[in-house]
């Protein structure tokens, strides 16, 4: 039956046949002069005009001492602040995905105690500011000054809520309920046929959840903790409050004493600049790693990107 | 001959609604038992009951002589725990409509996946079964490729091979060219056909009545939950005894 009514209409559209030579004009390439974009033009001009206003305005400023901000770069002090920014951000990041993947299957779990549970932890560690939240753990011996974990540990609150501990307790504990949502979203985006597809040739629960569901929900947890992370290395300056000796609060050490206050702003600005650049580029590789498959060619690398604008660069100039 | 699927008076309701309202049928080994009717008949959901991904709430479904999903004791039911429930799945193959491949796995992971992972099988072993039976199903040049770079059809043989390769006793096939474009739809029944031949005990629920027709030992159409009509499918589909089975055909026919 359509095959008659595909006839038909053929028949009664004759324009619509194609012709044997393949058109009357010959094959050539269409050689047009292009459009005309003098808003363009404009608008670069103009804005290139203000961005070198602004670093005019900075570069002539008499008050900074630009040689300053060279100096204390790799200072005795700056660095190893750098490096704890970069500790403290790590290990608050690994205890974030390590609870949040733990409170996700536990909101996921079909066990309604668990699941609350992990709501109402959600709750409360997004519902409040980290700045309060690193406070309460640094100004815990106020209302507990003994630690008593019964038998197994027992000390003055006092000596284990040091700076450090309030720091990652504090931005850890936040991280998880984040991660947590993250993970969720991440499970829950996987097609249930798959888990289907996974239970009907035998597989258990959870050789399910590694091997099937979890390889496919990475793809979408990816991008957002890589977002976090870089949202952790510049919330770690807030551990400034709890005396932990990071980047910022070695940095204005500094300024406060030399009277280079903006200059020693610029130097975090500095390291904090590397350090997020630096994952940016790790974090494009993992997203890569994980869209295998999802995608029917993966995007080139920098790397080969250059080298495929360089072959018609080369051809050019023959 | 001894049945391999035996339904009693199988219900399913999902909440209000109810799928399937009382099913009795028999499939016999080495048959190609074929489910017709129109879509929200329930033949999907009876399927899916086989291996227990579904679960019935009245009724006995037995696989090869054995209860699926729970154990009998006297007169009392005890529900499967999941590795004994994952143990009879093993055992029952199954394709889907839309082909649920694993998206992160090559065509050749996909078919490994299962004999390494439930049966213990050496990736060496399951890797050379996995290119025989990609080869089976004509596909033994698209080994390396992911899911997302096949065609339909392609992805539905891979899909049989890697149900295959459990060695199944039971293949169930729910609507198994419904997804694909029209001219795709051969390649994937003359696999289908292929099985048929080499004694296979399968289960289709399928529109392609021509299939039906020609490689069908047994059919049964379904309406509103309950089997309508059931007989052999040359029978069935040029004589249908049943008005409702007769408007059904002269629709699809």
């Known amino acids: 039956m359509t095959d008659k009514f595909d006839k038909e209409q053929a028949d009664a559209n004759p324009s619509a046949a194609v012709s044997k030579d393949g058109g009357a004009l010959p094959p050539e390439a269409i050689k047009a002069i292009p459009v005309r974009h003098y808003g363009r033009w404009v608008s670069g001009v103009v804005v290139l005009a203000l961005v070198a206003l602004l670093v005019n305005a900075f570069a002539t400023a008499e008050k900074i001492q630009w040689n300053a901000v060279g100096e204390y770069v790799f200072d005795d002090t700056v660095l190893p602040g750098a490096g704890r920014t970069l500790l403290i951000s790590v290990l608050a990041m690994i205890l974030g995905v390590i609870l949040g993947v733990i409170l996700a299957v536990m909101r996921l779990s079909k066990n309604p105690v668990t699941s609350w549970v992990a709501w109402v932890y959600i709750w409360f560690f997004r519902g409040t500011p980290v700045y309060v939240q690193l ?138 600049l590397v350090m997020t650049s630096v994952f940016s580029v790790f974090q494009y590789y993992l997203e890569r790693r994980y869209a295998r498959g999802s995608l029917r060619q993966l995007p080139p690398t920098p790397w080969q990107k250059i080298k495929a604008n360089m072959i018609p660069l080369s051809s050019w100039r023959r | ?202 289960i289709v629920v399928t529109h392609e009545m021509g299939f039906a027709r020609e490689v069908g030992d047994s059919l049964v159409f379904m309406d509103d939950g309950v089997v309508v009509e059931a007989g052999r499918p040359r029978e069935v589909l040029t004589n249908p005894q049943h008005d409702r089975t007769k408007s059904f055909l002269s629709k699809v026919l």
């Open chain 1, 135 to 272: 406070l309460l753990w640094f100004n815990l011996a106020l209302i507990f000054p003994v630690l008593n974990l019964g038998p197994i540990y027992k000390d003055e609150m006092v000596d284990v809520m040091t700076p450090f501990m309030a720091a990652l307790l504090g931005l850890g504990l936040n991280e998880a309920a984040y991660m947590a949502e993250i993970c969720r979203a991440g499970l829950m985006a996987v097609d249930e046929g798959q888990t289907e597809a996974s239970h009907a040739l035998g597989m258990s629960h959870a050789k399910t959840l590694r091997r099937i569901v979890i390889p496919q929900a990475m793809r979408v947890i990816v991008p957002p903790t890589g977002n976090e992370f870089i949202n952790m290395l510049k919330t770690s300056s807030l551990v400034y409050a709890v005396t932990y000796n990071e980047l910022l609060r070695a940095t204005s050490t500094i300024g406060s004493t030399s009277y280079a206050v903006m200059e020693m702003l610029f130097v975090a600005c500095i390291w904090y």
């Open chain 2, 1 to 202: 001959m001894n049945a391999m699927v035996k339904a009693e008076g199988v219900r399913k309701s999902f909440g209000a609604v109810q799928v399937l309202k009382g099913i009795d049928l028999e499939v016999q080994t080495g048959e190609v038992f074929c489910l017709i009717g129109p879509s929200g008949s329930g033949k999907s959901t009876f399927l899916r009951c086989i291996n227990h991904l579904e679960k019935i709430n009245a009724g006995r479904l037995y696989v090869d002589g054995e209860l699926v999903g729970y154990r009998q004791k006297g007169d009392k039911l005890y529900e499967l725990k999941d590795s004994e429930v994952a143990q009879q799945r093993r055992e029952i193959g199954m394709v889907f409509q839309r082909f649920n491949l694993f998206p992160h796995m090559t065509a050749l992971e996909n078919v490994m996946e299962a004999p390494v992972q439930v049966k213990g099988t050496s990736k060496a072993q399951a890797k050379e079964r996995a290119r025989e039976l990609l080869d089976r199903v004509g596909l033994a040049d698209k080994a390396g490729n992911y899911p997302s770079q096949l065609s339909g059809g392609q992805q539905q043989r891979v899909a049989i091979a890697r149900a295959l390769a459990m060695d199944p006793k039971l293949m169930l096939f729910d609507e198994p060219t419904s997804a694909l474009d029209p001219e795709l739809v051969g390649e994937v029944l003359d696999v289908m056909r292929d099985l048929a031949e080499d004694g296979m005990t399968m």
